[in-house]
């Protein structure tokens, strides 16, 4: 069996096989080495049922939401949380294996005692599997996919746990588990720490557009250009021939809206709050008929509207409505903001996005869990604006600029997909044996 190249990003070499295989008998395992069995895993590492109350501040609470997919990192400090529920119990060497929605790989190997969900599965190794091991193991793409071929439910599949722990697994002597183990410790934290520098790079470049929609939008393309006081303290210094209007001056907000009396045969394309995102405007739509659509999908979109989110507004949500389909409808959890004579829908898309505009919408929104703001509110927020001239000239600036700086972050996401990708393939090629790390860990 020649050997096999796993490598990205000038990640990885050439790794080899382990000399002789066989037959697992088990379809989405394959071969594995002809040294390593397959094993059950309640028969290496049974399911605890230890339970407790959890009580808010009784310790270190874990959650599905604070185990990150894939990398099976703990996305929260040792804090309590506030929850009052039945709780599983768990021990340092443990591994917590999410069983609702398993698609998501949340895996976690317990560095300290504590309560979770009782949504992950608690596994405690009997000795014959290295814990490291076994949660590399869980984290397999291959495990994940065969257990998430088996769940019941929908909306929130879960995975059966007598499906899940009779489950087998490849499993090799303990010191060839020890050696996988820490090879894949090594290299995942290699591949991780390459995508964390990609993952700042970008938000170096999401920062740089924001400044620089800022500054044309707020301040024009000529640095040169004299400037006077806007008379709005959080606008400052504007230039001289510029004027700073309210909004609701310049457009109209929430002009149409679907009627009750629709047909409930109505065919829709629905928009919601987390579909928009504050850099890339709508990423996701969802097709409904109007009878089985939520009560807030009433707003009408046109092209040149633009869209910004009134509740949540920590979530910066907002987009310009280009070349719509006619049947398009957004939340009313939205504004619709449709400009009028004196201001150009380009521009706007622009100038509702400047740090100074969104950060008074979050300022002035009210509430804890879902901050909101009246769009008649927002509506008497000032915006500066030039003649429609440049108020185009400088649209057609931030269009070429903004494409650049997208073209860039778009480059980076694929490298970051690749590595993504490259750390998947690893971790399963050494968990079912396709690499033989004997050497390759001092």
């Not at 040294?35 to 959650?63: C, D, M």
């Not at 380009?346 to 400047?354: D, I, K, T």
């Not at 400088?394 to 990708?421: S, Y």
Request: with cysteine; aromatic share 8%.
């Amino acid at each position: 069996m020649a050997g096999t190249k796993y490598s990205s990003e000038g990640v990885g070499r050439r790794f080899q096989p382990y000399p002789e295989y066989k037959d697992s008998a088990i379809e989405w395992l394959g071969r594995i080495p002809a040294h390593w069995n397959t094993k059950r895993l309640k028969h290496i590492a049974p399911v605890s049922t230890e339970r407790t109350f959890y009580q808010n501040n009784k310790g270190r609470y874990v959650a599905l939401e604070h185990i990150e997919s894939e990398t099976g990192r703990l996305l929260t400090e040792n804090v309590p949380e506030e929850v009052e529920s039945t709780a599983s119990i768990f021990k340092p060497g443990d591994v917590l294996f999410g069983k609702l929605r398993p698609y998501l790989n949340k895996v976690w190997l317990c560095n300290s005692s504590g309560a979770c969900s009782t949504e992950f599965l608690v596994l405690r190794s009997n000795g014959e599997i290295d814990p490291a091991y076994l949660a590399y193991q869980l984290r397999s793409r291959e495990f994940i996919r065969w257990i998430d071929s088996m769940t019941y439910g929908t909306k929130m599949p879960r995975a059966n746990p007598e499906e899940v722990t009779s489950t087998r697994v490849a499993i090799g002597p303990f010191d060839d588990q020890i050696r996988i183990a820490a090879f894949l410790d090594r290299e995942t934290a290699e591949i991780d720490a390459l995508i964390a520098k990609k993952e700042r790079l970008i938000e170096l470049l999401q920062e740089k557009r924001t400044a620089l929609i800022t500054q044309a939008v707020t301040k024009g393309l000529d640095p040169n250009v004299p400037m006077k006081d806007s008379g709005v303290e959080w606008l400052g210094n504007i230039p001289a021939h510029w004027e700073a209007k309210r909004l609701k001056y310049l457009s109209t907000i929430n002009d149409e809206a679907l009627s009750e009396k629709t047909d409930p045969r109505f065919e829709l394309i629905y928009i919601d709050i987390g579909g928009v995102d504050q850099y890339q405007g709508i990423v996701q739509r969802e097709e409904l008929v109007f009878e089985n659509a939520p009560s807030r999908a009433r707003r009408i979109v046109k092209d040149g509207d633009l869209i910004l989110s009134t509740v949540r507004t920590y979530l910066r949500a907002i987009a310009p409505i280009k070349n719509p389909e006619p049947n398009l409808i957004c939340s009313t959890g939205f504004a619709v903001i449709r400009p009028s004579a004196g201001l150009e829908s380009e521009f706007a898309a622009y100038a509702l996005r400047a740090v100074y505009f969104v950060d008074q919408v979050v300022a002035n929104s009210v509430g804890v869990s879902y901050p909101a703001i009246d769009a008649s509110k927002m509506s008497s927020f000032p915006i500066s604006i030039p003649e429609i001239e440049e108020q185009r000239a400088i649209a057609a600036f931030l269009d070429r600029e903004t494409e650049r700086i997208d073209g860039l972050i778009k480059k980076i996401h694929e490298a970051i997909d690749r590595l993504k990708e490259y750390r998947a393939t690893l971790i399963s090629a050494a968990v079912t044996g396709k690499i033989d790390v004997h050497n390759l860990i001092d």
